[in-house]
């Protein structure tokens, strides 16, 4: 594990657009192996915690609305892409070539199959990203035998903006 993942947490970190994550105590790059003696865990780590794991549980949130986005456009795409087929075997029976059959089925095939693909695609990569950035948290508390209990609830949402209450209680 990084050295920067205890100091994104650490009250001391200092950061320098050159350098990067200096400690704030030495103002030198941070060395040290395992976990830091002089690490300084309070407002950053609420913070911290608190933005990650709101930030996966938003996502979380979102998990049937995109499946079931999923499930509706792929079954839209699939009844397009059959029409175009039926209505080819159908012309063919009059012997008649049309290009409507085949434009049907690539309307299906290029533009409604990918509204189901591209969001579940986005939910997974988000998904991916915040439960990499919680864990990542996680194993660094679990350095330093910090624990943690949180409650998050989701109020309505306002203008675009999500009312979230978190309850935090960290126990060192």
Same mark, same amino acid.
């Given at each position: 594990m990084k050295n920067t993942k205890h100091c994104q947490l650490c009250n001391h970190q200092e950061v320098d657009f050159r350098i990067g994550t200096l400690c704030g105590l030495t103002m030198k790059k941070p060395i040290f192996v395992n976990k830091c003696i002089n690490a300084?865990? +309070?407002s950053k780590l609420e913070e911290k915690i608190e933005s990650t794991n709101v930030e996966y549980q938003s996502v979380l949130n979102q998990k049937w609305l995109v499946y079931t986005n999923f499930v509706i456009f792929i079954i839209a795409g699939i009844a397009v892409i059959l029409t175009g087929y039926f209505l080819a075997q159908y012309l063919l029976k009059f012997r008649v070539v049309a290009a409507a059959p085949f434009v049907i089925s690539l309307v299906g095939l290029l533009?409604? $199959?990918p509204l189901a693909t591209g969001p579940l695609n986005t939910y997974l990569?988000? !998904? @991916? !990203?915040?439960?990499?950035k919680k864990e990542d948290v996680y194993k660094v508390l679990e350095l330093y035998g910090i624990k943690y209990d949180i409650d998050i609830t989701f109020g309505k949402k306002y203008h675009?903006?999500?009312?979230? +209450?978190?309850?935090? @209680? $960290?126990? @060192?």
């Open positions: 300084e865990f +309070n533009f409604v $199959i990569n988000d !998904l @991916k !990203l915040a439960k990499s675009g903006t999500q009312d979230v +209450n978190v309850d935090l @209680k $960290i126990n @060192k």
